[in-house]
């Protein structure tokens, strides 16, 4: 309510944000093919123009609303927004645009980290020194990210996911929206009515309501590891393996740095240390 009440309609955007392999292509297609704003489809249309009324830029496909990621880029962590824009938001009110910010439970998005890591940068390998956490001597090992002309350092990988969503859920004093990567393939309609609405929108009522159902991740920079809408529900549904496949050391590392407010918040837990299964979420 406080995005809606602060901002008018026909101003009122909205973008993905979250870390690498977090889900914001997923999101950022489901609110795409399903939502929109009103007030702007009133006064641009649904696709275009392309420029607003004083001839700036919108961005392709973005008028109704629905823009491809926050004005600072998607990826770029919140402390950032006001240092950094993208090509097509240089002009683009940042208070206008309501985040939507995507994460995947820990333990799921650091296997997906070893297996494409984009701009975080640690010594690891994807099959048997991954994700990496701490070295023999229980040293932890530290991960550099690069943001454009911006560079992070962090404790380690788990760090990271902890240091990146802080700057949302403990920092900002602005309204954003935290949508489980999870609840996006399972609960994918629910969820995008949800953000729809919350943000100002509605739902698209001149068609049936679009899945995604081929692999959100298009275009190079993505690397390999897509996976379909079905091939997705297979995998999410699985329990976690124990210590999620980690050797004692990483899982032991895992334990001791990931955020328990935050997992606790979101419904995620730890992996059990045995035999014992677990999908490492909860109802939420």
Same mark, same amino acid.
């Given at each position: 309510?406080?995005?809606?009440?602060?901002?008018?309609?026909?101003?009122?955007?909205?973008?993905?944000?979250?870390?690498?392999?977090?889900?914001?292509?997923?999101?950022?297609?489901?609110?795409?093919?399903?939502?929109?704003?009103?007030?702007?489809?009133?006064?641009?249309?649904?696709?275009?123009?392309?420029?607003?009324?004083?001839?700036?830029?919108?961005?392709?496909?973005?008028?109704?609303?629905?823009?491809?990621?926050?004005?600072?880029?998607?990826?770029?962590?919140?402390?950032?927004?006001?240092?950094?824009?993208?090509?097509?938001?240089?002009?683009?009110?940042?208070?206008?645009?309501?985040?939507?910010?995507?994460?995947?439970?820990?333990?799921?998005?650091?296997?997906?980290?070893?297996?494409?890591?984009?701009?975080?940068?640690?010594?690891?390998?994807?099959?048997?020194?991954? /994700?990496?956490?701490? %070295?023999? &001597?229980?040293?932890?090992?530290?991960?550099? =990210? +690069? #943001?454009?002309?911006?560079?992070?350092?962090?404790?380690?990988?788990?760090?990271?996911?902890?240091?990146?969503?802080?700057?949302?859920?403990?920092?900002?004093?602005?309204?954003?929206?935290?949508?489980?990567?999870?609840?996006?393939?399972?609960?994918?309609?629910?969820?995008?009515?949800?953000?729809?609405?919350?943000?100002?929108?509605?739902?698209?009522?001149?068609?049936?309501?679009?899945?995604?159902?081929?692999?959100?991740?298009?275009? /190079?920079?993505?690397? %390999?590891? &897509?996976?379909?809408?079905?091939?997705?529900? =297979? +995998? #999410?549904?699985?329990?976690?393996?124990?210590?999620?496949?980690?050797?004692?050391?990483?899982?032991?590392?895992?334990?001791?740095?990931?955020?328990?407010?935050?997992?606790?918040?979101?419904?995620?837990?730890?992996?059990?240390?045995?035999?014992?299964?677990?999908?490492?979420?909860?109802?939420?």
């Amino acid at each position: 309510p406080r995005f809606r009440d602060a901002i008018a309609g026909v101003e009122r955007n909205m973008g993905c944000s979250g870390m690498f392999n977090s889900g914001t292509n997923l999101v950022t297609q489901l609110l795409k093919e399903n939502c929109k704003i009103p007030e702007r489809v009133e006064k641009y249309g649904f696709d275009g123009p392309f420029h607003d009324s004083q001839g700036k830029p919108i961005g392709p496909g973005e008028a109704h609303g629905i823009r491809w990621q926050v004005p600072w880029g998607k990826h770029m962590p919140n402390n950032y927004r006001d240092d950094h824009s993208t090509k097509w938001a240089t002009h683009i009110c940042k208070e206008c645009v309501l985040p939507i910010v995507t994460v995947r439970h820990p333990y799921q998005w650091m296997k997906a980290m070893c297996r494409h890591n984009y701009n975080a940068f640690w010594p690891h390998n994807d099959r048997d020194l991954c /994700p990496n956490l701490v %070295n023999p &001597r229980h040293e932890n090992i530290s991960v550099r =990210v +690069k #943001y454009d002309k911006h560079e992070d350092h962090h404790t380690n990988l788990a760090a990271l996911w902890n240091d990146w969503y802080a700057k949302y859920y403990q920092d900002s004093t602005d309204p954003y929206i935290m949508v489980r990567f999870e609840d996006a393939i399972f609960h994918a309609k629910n969820v995008t009515y949800q953000i729809c609405e919350c943000a100002g929108g509605k739902i698209r009522s001149d068609r049936p309501f679009t899945y995604i159902t081929s692999s959100a991740k298009d275009g /190079p920079g993505h690397g %390999n590891d &897509r996976t379909n809408l079905f091939k997705a529900w =297979v +995998k #999410y549904s699985q329990p976690l393996e124990p210590k999620a496949g980690f050797d004692d050391r990483d899982y032991e590392g895992a334990i001791a740095t990931l955020d328990a407010e935050l997992m606790s918040r979101l419904g995620y837990e730890h992996p059990a240390p045995g035999n014992t299964e677990s999908t490492g979420q909860s109802e939420v």
